[in-house]
């Protein structure tokens, strides 16, 4: 991202929330120390891959996306968008961005002082971003979306698409995501869906045992967004997904 992309974003980081100087020479801001030789799951092994994001933008999400039922990825970003109302001088945060295909595109409907930010911790996924998703108004930050670096209410609208299933504490990743969703702010996020009869929702919940995949009922999400005030709250379930956005109320 430009220089001046990586000063705008530097200038909204919140230093009391800081646990390291950010670097950014790799191109974006880095919060987190080098990638750790820590254990994951397979699927968050995946998401650190170098292969995997080589190849994430142009075949893996769009496989992924066919598989949930979600048709293309293109309806997705429609989808997202709908939701959000992006536009103008918006800050927009993208929670677990991978390689910025969502957070470039929320970009490109920003204007005067609006920025999209996309947030991973994924430094192969980020190197992508800066390679493939810059532009003037998009900035990348590798952080922990446990502890998003940012003070209270500072977005008008934050996403987390294909994202919660995968995340170590995905209700503490919820809970931030609303905690910087300012005032008259909208949240979009598209997780997993488990459904449908208990013999099939039993084999659903084995399977992201097996791989790290975590998956929500129907209620799940949206009973947090109720309990936390949030208003116009949607959800859309197609396949083995769901899609829900809310608002928070202007005052």
Do not use: K
């Amino acid at each position: 991202m430009t220089g001046m992309a990586i000063d705008r974003v530097r200038a909204l980081l919140d230093p009391t929330r800081l646990e390291r100087e950010p670097t950014d020479s790799a191109g974006y801001l880095d919060l987190l120390a080098p990638e750790s030789e820590q254990p994951r799951t397979l699927a968050q092994q995946a998401m650190h891959s170098g292969v995997v994001a080589s190849v994430y933008q142009r075949w893996w999400r769009p496989a992924f996306t066919a598989a949930l039922g979600l048709g293309t990825m293109g309806r997705e970003h429609e989808s997202a968008l709908s939701a959000l109302e992006i536009g103008g001088d918006d800050r927009v945060l993208d929670v677990a961005c991978g390689p910025g295909n969502f957070t470039r595109v929320f970009g490109e409907r920003l204007s005067g002082d609006g920025l999209a930010i996309g947030l991973d911790a994924s430094a192969p996924m980020l190197a992508r971003a800066v390679a493939e998703n810059a532009s003037p108004r998009v900035g990348y930050v590798r952080g922990d979306a446990r502890r998003l670096p940012f003070a209270d209410g500072t977005f008008d609208a934050v996403c987390c698409y294909a994202a919660l299933y995968l995340v170590p504490e995905p209700y503490t990743v919820l809970s931030e995501l609303l905690r910087v969703l300012g005032p008259g702010g909208r949240l979009a996020v598209m997780t997993s869906y488990r459904g449908g009869l208990e013999p099939l929702r039993t084999a659903q919940t084995v399977v992201g045992w097996t791989t790290g995949l975590r998956m929500f009922d129907r209620n799940d999400i949206t009973g947090v967004l109720r309990s936390a005030g949030l208003v116009d709250i949607r959800q859309r379930v197609t396949g083995l997904a769901q899609a829900v956005s809310a608002r928070r109320p202007s005052t």
